[in-house]
C-alpha cells in the first residue's frame, strides 16, 4: 500500500528525516505521532509527491515516489497542515475548482456528496472566508476527498480547531475507517492517535516505536502493580523496595505503586512480603498507563541520546 | 489546456473582487484613452495653437518625422506620439498588478500547497496565472487602442495626422511590443512574488518594470532619440530575449519544491 525505505529529507544542515522506513498496510488507519518539529509534515509532501526525499525511496499505492509522481497526485488526497482555501469564493466554488484539477468525471455530484456528508451543504454559496475554522477544516477535508483517493494523508487534522469543532473532525475520521481507505494521520495529540489508529508511529526525526496503540502500552514499558492498603507504613515500602525484580516503588495515598517486568511471576512474592510485614491488602491492580507517558519518554529518551551524541562529537 | 483555462477563470473571480486590482485595470485605461483624445480635440479644433511649441519645445530630430506635414500638425502628432509610449505602461502594469495579488494573495492563504498536491503540472499553473495575467493587460490594451482611435478619427481635423496614428509604428507597438511588454512584466511579478509577504509590496516593487519605459518616453522628449519603426523592431528582438530570460527564471523559481520550502 504504502511502504518507504530509508526516507530521508534534509534542508541544507537540517535533517528533517533520518532513515524512515515503514510499510502501511490497506485499509489502516496510521497514526504518526511527534511533537513539533518532528518532521511530520516534510513526511507527508514526499509521499505525497510534493517534495523529493535527499535520499530513499517510497512507494505509494505501487507508485514509486519521484518516478510517478503524477499518478500518486491521482490517488492520494491531502489535508495540509492549513485548510489553504481560497477565502473569496464560494465553498461550492472551492470544490468545483479542486475537482477540475483533480479530474473527477461528476463534478456537480461529487461536491453535493462531500458538502452534505460535511454538514456544508446549506452553507455552499457562502464564501469560505467566512467560515468557522472548524468549517473550514470541514471544507478542506471534503476537498481532499472529492477524487475518492485510496490513500488519505491528514497532517494535524485538530490541532488549530477548539475541542468541540476538533471532536466533530475526529468524528468523521472515524467515520472514514469503513470506507476501506487507507489513512495516513500525522498528529501530536495521542489521545487522536490512540481512538483513531489501528497502528502508531511513534516519530521525532528518526522512527522511534511502531505498534498497535495497546502494545506499545505494553511492551515498551515495565508494569506498574497498585497495592490498594488498609494504611501505608514506610516499612512496607522498604520492604517491597528490597526486592531483587522492584523497579521502583511510590507510596500515594493508601497505596503502593510497584514497577516490576514480569507481574505473574512477581506478584505473589510481593504480596507475601507485604503480609509478612504486616500489610493488610484490600486489592491489586494494574496501573493502566497512558499513552502519554510512553510517548513523552520516548521522545525524552531519544533527545538525550541526541544530546549524548552531540557531546562526544564535540569532545 | 483544460487545466490553464480552469485556473485563469478562478484566477479572475478572485482577484477581480479585490479594489486595489479593479482601479488598475479600470482607471489607468480610461485615463490613457482619454487624456491623448482630449489633446487631440483642443489642438485640432484651435487650429495653430501649437505653432508656438513646434519650434521650441519639440525636439529638432522629431520634425524629420513631420514630411508633409505643416508645424501644427507635426506638433499635435508629437504630442499624441508621447501618449503612445504612455499607452505601453498598460501591458506592463496590469499584469504586474493581478499576477502579484494572484500569486502573494495564495502565498498568505497557504492554498498553493493543496493545488500542487492535484495532478496538474506546474508548467500548467505558472501557465494559467501568468496568462490571468497578461490576457487582460494586453486586451485593455487593445481595446483602448481602438477606442483611441475611432475618438481621433471622430475628433482629429487632420487627415494627415490620422493616417499617421494607423502606421505600421503605432500597429507594431500595440500588437507586438505590448505582448512582449506583458509576459517580461509577469516574469518580474513571479519572481518578486515568490519573495514578497504582501501583494501591494509585490506589486510597487515590480512596478519597476516600468522604469526602461520611463526611460525611452523621457528620452525621446529630451531629443536622445527617436521612436521609429526600426527602433521598435530592436526593441521587439530585445524584448524577445528579454522575455526568455526572464520567463526562463521565472519556470525555475516555479517548482513544486522551490514553491513550498523556498518561498517564504
Ligand atoms: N522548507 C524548509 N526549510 C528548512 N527547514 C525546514 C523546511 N521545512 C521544514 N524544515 C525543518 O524540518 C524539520 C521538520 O519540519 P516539519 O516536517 O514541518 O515538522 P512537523 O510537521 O513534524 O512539525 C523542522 O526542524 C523544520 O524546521
Ligand atoms: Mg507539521
Known amino acids: ?315 | 489546456m483544460d487545466k490553464i483555462w480552469v485556473i485563469m477563470r478562478k484566477e479572475w473571480s478572485e482577484v477581480f473582487k479585490n479594489r486595489f486590482v479593479l482601479f488598475t485595470v479600470a482607471f489607468l485605461p480610461l485615463i490613457l484613452v482619454a487624456l491623448p483624445l482630449i489633446m487631440l480635440y483642443f489642438t485640432g479644433s484651435s487650429g495653430g495653437d501649437l505653432s508656438g511649441l513646434s519650434g521650441t519645445d519639440m525636439p529638432t530630430r522629431f520634425a524629420e518625422l513631420c514630411g508633409g506635414m505643416t508645424e501644427s500638425e507635426c506638433g499635435q502628432y508629437f504630442l499624441v506620439s508621447q501618449f503612445m509610449l504612455l499607452f505601453m505602461l498598460m501591458p506592463l502594469a496590469i499584469p504586474v498588478t493581478i499576477a502579484s495579488y494572484s500569486i502573494v494573495g495564495e502565498k498568505t492563504t497557504h492554498t498553493l500547497e493543496p493545488v500542487l498536491a492535484t495532478p496538474v503540472t506546474t508548467l500548467e499553473l505558472l501557465a494559467g496565472k501568468a496568462l490571468a495575467a497578461a490576457v487582460p493587460g494586453v486586451t485593455v490594451t487593445w481595446i483602448g487602442f481602438v477606442i483611441f482611435e475611432v475618438g481621433a478619427h471622430l475628433i482629429a481635423t487632420s487627415p494627415v495626422v490620422l493616417a499617421r496614428l494607423t502606421e505600421p509604428l503605432w500597429l507594431l507597438a500595440i500588437f507586438l511590443i505590448g505582448p512582449l511588454l506583458a509576459i517580461a512584466s509577469v516574469s518580474v511579478a513571479v519572481m518578486v512574488s515568490s519573495r514578497a509577504h504582501d501583494p501591494r509590496v509585490a506589486e510597487q516593487l515590480s512596478m519597476l518594470v516600468i522604469l526602461p519605459l520611463l526611460a525611452v518616453f523621457f528620452g525621446q522628449i529630451a531629443g536622445l532619440f527617436l521612436i521609429n519603426e526600426k527602433l521598435i523592431m530592436w526593441m521587439a528582438v530585445a524584448l524577445v530575449i528579454i522575455d526568455a530570460g526572464l520567463f526562463a527564471f521565472a519556470i525555475q523559481l516555479f517548482q513544486r519544491e522551490t514553491i513550498l520550502t523556498r518561498w517564504k
Not at chain 1, 468525471?105 to 472548524?134: C, H, N, P
Not at chain 1, 488519505?152 to 476538533?166: G, H, I, N, V
Not at chain 1, 475520521?173 to 501530536?188: D, P, Q, V, Y
Not at chain 1, 488498609?230 to 526486592?243: C, G, H, I, K, T
Open chain 1, 1 to 315: 500500500m504504502i511502504q518507504t525505505e530509508n526516507l530521508t529529507k534534509r534542508f541544507g544542515d537540517i535533517l528533517a528525516v533520518d532513515d524512515l522506513t515503514l510499510e502501511l498496510e490497506a485499509g489502516e488507519v496510521f497514526g504518526f505521532l511527534g511533537p513539533n518539529g518532528a518532521g511530520k509534515t516534510t513526511t507527508i509532501r514526499m509521499l505525497t509527491a510534493l517534495i523529493s526525499p535527499t535520499s530513499g525511496g517510497a512507494t505509494v499505492l505501487g507508485w514509486k515516489i519521484g518516478q510517478e509522481d503524477g499518478q500518486i497526485r491521482r490517488r492520494v488526497g491531502i489535508l495540509t497542515e492549513s485548510p489553504g482555501l481560497y477565502e473569496g469564493l464560494s465553498a461550492e466554488r472551492n470544490l468545483a475548482f479542486f475537482a477540475r484539477l483533480y479530474e473527477v468525471e461528476d463534478i456537480a455530484q461529487q461536491v453535493e456528496r462531500y458538502l452534505r456528508m460535511l454538514g456544508l451543504w446549506d452553507r455552499r454559496a457562502e464564501s469560505a472566508g467566512t467560515f468557522s475554522k472548524g468549517m473550514r477544516q470541514k471544507l478542506a477535508i471534503a476537498r481532499a476527498l472529492l477524487h475518492e483517493p485510496q490513500a488519505l494523508f491528514l497532517d494535524e487534522p485538530t490541532s488549530a480547531l477548539d475541542p468541540e469543532a476538533a471532536h466533530m473532525v475526529r468524528e468523521f475520521i472515524a467515520s472514514l475507517k469503513h470506507e476501506g481507505r487507507t489513512i495516513f494521520l500525522c498528529t501530536h495529540n495521542l489521545d487522536e492517535a490512540d481512538r483513531l489508529c489501528d497502528r502508531i508511529a511513534v516519530f521525532n526525526t528518526r522512527l522511534l516505536a511502531l505498534d498497535t496503540p495497546t502494545a506499545l502500552r505494553r511492551q515498551l514499558y515495565e508494569r506498574t502493580m497498585v497495592f490498594h492498603l488498609r494504611q501505608v507504613d514506610p516499612r512496607f515500602v522498604e520492604r517491597v523496595r528490597s526486592l531483587p525484580f522492584v523497579r521502583t516503588v511510590r507510596s500515594m495515598d493508601d497505596k503502593l505503586l510497584v514497577a516490576v517486568d514480569d507481574p505473574e511471576d512477581n506478584n505473589p512474592t510481593i504480596v507475601r512480603s507485604l503480609v509478612e510485614a504486616g500489610a493488610e491488602i484490600q486489592f491489586v491492580g494494574e496501573l493502566r498507563r497512558s499513552l502519554e507517558d510512553i510517548y513523552l519518554k520516548l521522545i525524552k529518551d531519544n533527545e538525550e541520546v541526541g544530546s549524548g551524541n552531540g557531546d562526544r562529537s564535540s569532545g
